[in-house]
């Protein structure tokens, strides 16, 4: 069967950056258009816990689990969302033969958040932040960002502009933030330090 999210593992820090007790499940990076998934209301941030009434221990598991369902089936499946445990039912689909997601490309004019060694503008349609710049050896290098990729939420928060990128940053209340980060055409979740200043 086929759900059609993206989904990766929830490290540690992932896991620290959400409030999670311990690092199980998957969670979902992106939603496919057109999926069961969508239509089941899920969101990027959501971290899949159950499914069927059994428990996902990470984010192969769950990719097993989904491809054993029969399409048409309803699952019911246990996420956290925003800190609180929900279930959502979704009936499994099959997959369709081209999933591909339309790449966005930007201009630069840059933000600095030199203790991340990121250098940030504004992408070209508006939605999310450009990484214009990726420090050498930087915590921002470190989790693998690059110049190009897009930054699209910051702590559960959609950002517009590099100072939303700041502001949630040094808002946030947790050691770790979550981002959501869009490379090419996949995209996904990392948990980085806090940015001081």
Same mark, same amino acid.
């Given at each position: 069967?086929?759900?059609?999210?993206?989904?990766?593992?929830?490290?540690?820090?992932?896991?620290?950056?959400?409030?999670?007790?311990?690092?199980?499940?998957?969670?979902?990076?992106?939603?496919?258009?057109?999926?069961?998934?969508?239509?089941?209301g899920f969101k990027p941030g959501d971290?899949?816990?159950?499914?069927?009434?059994?428990?996902?221990?990470?984010?192969?598991?769950?990719?097993?689990? $989904?491809?054993?369902? =029969?399409?048409? !089936?309803?699952?019911?499946? *246990?996420?956290?969302?925003?800190?609180?445990? %929900?279930? @959502?039912?979704?009936?499994?689909?099959?997959?369709?033969?081209?999933?591909?997601?339309?790449?966005?490309?930007s201009q630069p004019e840059s933000t600095?958040?030199?203790?991340?060694?990121?250098?940030?503008?504004?992408?070209?349609?508006?939605?999310?932040?450009?990484?214009?710049?990726?420090?050498?050896?930087?915590?921002?290098?470190d989790q693998g960002l690059k110049a190009?990729?897009?930054?699209?939420?910051?702590?559960?928060?959609? $950002?517009?502009?590099? =100072?939303?990128? !700041?502001?949630?940053?040094? *808002?946030?209340?947790?050691?770790?933030?979550? %981002?959501? @980060?869009?490379?090419?055409?996949?995209?996904?979740?990392?948990?980085?330090?806090?940015?001081?200043?």
């Open positions: 069967g086929w759900l059609g999210v993206q989904i990766q593992p929830v490290t540690a820090e992932i896991a620290e950056s959400l409030g999670l007790a311990d690092s199980k499940g998957a969670i979902v990076s992106d939603v496919t258009e057109g999926s069961p998934a969508l239509a089941a971290t899949i816990l159950k499914a069927d009434g059994t428990e996902i221990s990470d984010a192969r598991d769950l990719s097993r689990k $989904v491809a054993r369902f =029969a399409p048409g !089936k309803s699952v019911n499946v *246990d996420i956290v969302r925003d800190g609180k445990p %929900m279930t @959502v039912t979704v009936k499994i689909g099959t997959m369709p033969n081209d999933t591909r997601v339309a790449s966005r490309n600095d958040l030199t203790s991340l060694g990121l250098k940030l503008g504004p992408a070209e349609d508006g939605a999310g932040v450009k990484i214009v710049e990726v420090a050498p050896n930087s915590v921002a290098d190009g990729d897009i930054i699209l939420e910051v702590a559960g928060n959609d $950002v517009n502009g590099p =100072a939303d990128v !700041k502001n949630a940053l040094k *808002d946030a209340g947790k050691s770790r933030v979550l %981002m959501l @980060v869009r490379s090419g055409e996949s995209q996904r979740f990392l948990a980085l330090p806090r940015a001081k200043g």
